[in-house]
C-alpha cells in the first residue's frame, strides 16, 4: 500500500492522535514516525524537533479551542455567551484531552504565533462580554479571568483534581454564576 506523502500536516494530526489517545507524553518522534510508516529523518524535513512539534500541537488546540468559543457563542450574549463559551472550553478538553495539554508545555511570552493564538481566544472571550458594557480595560481584565477560570476548571478536571463529592456540573454552574456576578459588578 502506498504511503501518504509527509506533510507538517499529516506529523501534526498523527501526532494529535497520538495524544487524544494515549496522552501527550505518549509522544515521540520515533513513534510518530513508526505511525506514518516513514522514518524518523524523514519528518525532520517537516518538523524542526520534538519541541517544534509539541508546539504545534500547542497551536493546533489554540486553533481548535477558538473554532469552538466562536461557534458556541454565535448569536450569543452576556452570562448566555459565558455559559456558552465555557462549556465549549470543557467539552474541547474533554474531547482533546491529549492535543489541549500541549498547551501547558511551552510559555507563549516570546513567540509571536502563540502569542498571537491566546490574544485571539482572550479577544473571542472579551466579544462575547460587550453585553456587560464594560470599559476596554476591564473587559481585557474580566477576559483574561474567564480564560484562567475555564482553563483551570477544565484542567483540574481533566486529571482528576476535583476530589469532593459535589457534581461537578454544578460545580462549574456555580463558577459561571460567580463569573458572571462578578463581571457585572464592574459595570459603571
Request: net charge negative; with cysteine; hydrophobic share 45%.
Amino acid at each position: 500500500m502506498p504511503r501518504e506523502s509527509l506533510t507538517t500536516e499529516l506529523v501534526v494530526e498523527t501526532a494529535a492522535g497520538i495524544a487524544n489517545e494515549e496522552g501527550l507524553d505518549a509522544i515521540t518522534l520515533t513513534r510518530v514516525a513508526k505511525e506514518l510508516n516513514a522514518s524518523q529523518p524523514a519528518l525532520y524535513r517537516h518538523v524542526d524537533s520534538y519541541d517544534d512539534l509539541i508546539r504545534l500541537l500547542g497551536l493546533r488546540a489554540r486553533d481548535e479551542l477558538y473554532s469552538r468559543l466562536t461557534d458556541a457563542a454565535v448569536g450569543l450574549s452576556g452570562a448566555d455567551a459565558v455559559r456558552a463559551m465555557g462549556q465549549a472550553w470543557r467539552q474541547t478538553v474533554k474531547d482533546l484531552p491529549g492535543l489541549y495539554s500541549a498547551t501547558d508545555r511551552f510559555p507563549c511570552a516570546g513567540d509571536a504565533e502563540l502569542e498571537a493564538a491566546v490574544d485571539r481566544i482572550v479577544a473571542s472571550l472579551g466579544q462575547a462580554l460587550v453585553a456587560f458594557n464594560l470599559s476596554e480595560d476591564d473587559r481585557v481584565h474580566a477576559a483574561r479571568t474567564l480564560r484562567s477560570a475555564f482553563h483551570g476548571f477544565a484542567h483540574l478536571e481533566a486529571g482528576d483534581g476535583h476530589p469532593l463529592e459535589q457534581n461537578l456540573d454544578d460545580s462549574f454552574e456555580h463558577m459561571i454564576e460567580l463569573l458572571c456576578v462578578g463581571i457585572s459588578g464592574l459595570q459603571p
